[in-house]
């Protein structure tokens, strides 16, 4: 079948999960747009397609197999955005679908991600309610076999890099084919 390839850090994007007086969380994340683009670099725009289905709303996403002459489908289901409520599932299903076929499942296998609230301009809030009205950006990233082994994060505000991570391991092993 397809192989597809990894998410470069223009394509990957970083949403605040949560905020404290010290610092945010962050998460990482791909659109729909990504996908489709994906899907149309790999497979070609006219061998792909997307099928949502009212009941359980799963969606469907097929691509067509030369070999076995018919469309293989992989299906997921999504969740609900604050937002478009049925816009929103739908987009969720459709990258949850995408992820079943292998696009930018890479990022499950993020780092925690925290940013000091140091790193942060625009964090505020008192007690238990905090918020953060800064953007963040990935500047660099690194994946191989599939594996996130270094990103570094840059508040889009500042322009700072806020955030740098390497695995032990890579870094080893980095250091011994020298």
């Excluded at 850090?9 to 489709?36: F, H, M, N, P, W």
């Excluded at 609900?80 to 739908?90: F, H, P, Q």
């Excluded at 987009?91 to 499950?108: P, Q, V």
């Excluded at 076999?145 to 695995?167: E, H, L, P, Y």
Aim: glycine share 6%.
């Amino acid at each position: 079948m397809c192989m597809f390839r990894d998410l470069r850090a223009d394509e990957i994007e970083c949403r605040v999960a949560q905020a404290k007086q010290t610092g945010v969380s962050i998460l990482l994340y791909k659109d729909a747009r990504c996908d489709q683009n994906i899907l149309d670099e790999t497979v070609g725009a006219m061998n792909w397609q997307r099928q949502h289905t009212r009941d359980n709303a799963n969606c469907f996403v097929s691509i067509w197999d030369d070999k076995k002459q018919q469309w293989i489908s992989k299906e997921d289901t999504g969740t609900e955005s604050n937002t478009e409520k049925e816009k929103g599932l739908a987009s969720d299903s459709f990258k949850r679908a995408c992820f079943n076929w292998g696009i930018g499942r890479e990022l499950y296998t993020a780092p925690f991600i925290w940013i000091k609230a140091a790193d942060c301009t625009a964090l505020s809030g008192e007690g238990a309610k905090w918020k953060c009205y800064d953007s963040f950006e990935v500047e660099k990233i690194v994946i191989e076999n599939k594996r996130i082994v270094a990103i570094a994060i840059k508040n889009s505000k500042s322009g700072k890099r806020c955030f740098v991570w390497q695995d032990e391991k890579w870094m080893k092993n980095k250091e011994d084919n020298k």
